[in-house]
């Protein structure tokens, strides 16, 4: 389980990420809602364990190093981090993604078999920019898990590629509850789908949003940073 307490960033004129609280479980899709592209990509990354926090404290399935957190979790589709380059083909993409699995499980990850097992060989000759926002989450995220450690996964506002829920929340859900590989999965998201009734958080709830039952059990703090570090986002 990943639980946060208070977690905030700061940036170079104002506050990147307000204190922010919550947990999610695996087998659970969590989503949090934010204005700016700036916070919910300082939150997704934060999350993740590419940034440091400058306070609050975060727990993953017991451990308070952010080195555990990073190693278990993957960001997906970051803008301006890890987002795919427009000239690239798919492809390609696949090609680069594959080579940065840690090489314990490199060997049998070469991009044609990859392709044809995870069902992408129609769209492999396409432009990254070119690709419909549904088959792009689910190539992006299929990329993520290709990494058998990845247990955590966040994915930086889906819903910026088309104002239809049924372009990402399939997938995620998907991916959450697929009890042969039950994922605790977070996406930051503009805005709440309509009806949504799931698990539910606000960028700078400050404690109050989706923080959980059990949310006085405090981890214990991570050590505070007044400029944030960017790890790989891969």
Do not use: C
Not at 61 to 78: E, H
């Amino acid at each position: 389980m990943l639980r946060v307490q208070q977690l905030s960033v700061n940036g170079r004129r104002d506050e990147l990420l307000p204190a922010t609280s919550l947990q999610v479980r695996r087998g659970e899709l969590l989503l949090v809602s934010g204005n700016r592209q700036d916070r919910r990509t300082a939150l997704a990354l934060a999350l993740s364990g590419r940034l440091k926090p400058s306070g609050g404290d975060f727990e993953w399935d017991g451990s308070t190093r952010i080195k555990t957190l990073r190693q278990a979790s993957a960001v997906v589709d970051s803008p301006g981090v890890n987002e795919p380059e427009q000239h690239l083909s798919v492809r390609d993409l696949v090609t680069e993604d594959l080579a940065l699995v840690p090489r314990r499980y490199r060997g049998s990850l070469l991009s044609k078999p990859w392709l044809k097992v995870n069902r992408f060989e129609d769209i492999a000759g396409l432009w990254t920019e070119q690709l419909p926002a549904a088959r792009r989450v689910e190539l992006l995220t299929a990329l993520a898990l290709a990494n058998p450690a990845t247990d955590l996964l966040v994915v930086d506002s889906p819903d910026r590629h088309g104002a239809d829920p049924e372009d990402w929340l399939p997938r995620l859900e998907e991916l959450a509850y697929d009890a042969g590989r039950p994922l605790a999965v977070v996406a930051t998201v503009m805005s709440f789908p309509a009806g949504w009734t799931g698990p539910a958080a606000a960028i700078g709830n400050a404690g109050i949003g989706n923080a959980g039952p059990d949310a006085d059990a405090a981890p214990e703090p991570l050590e505070a940073s007044n400029s944030p570090e960017t790890e790989d986002a891969k």
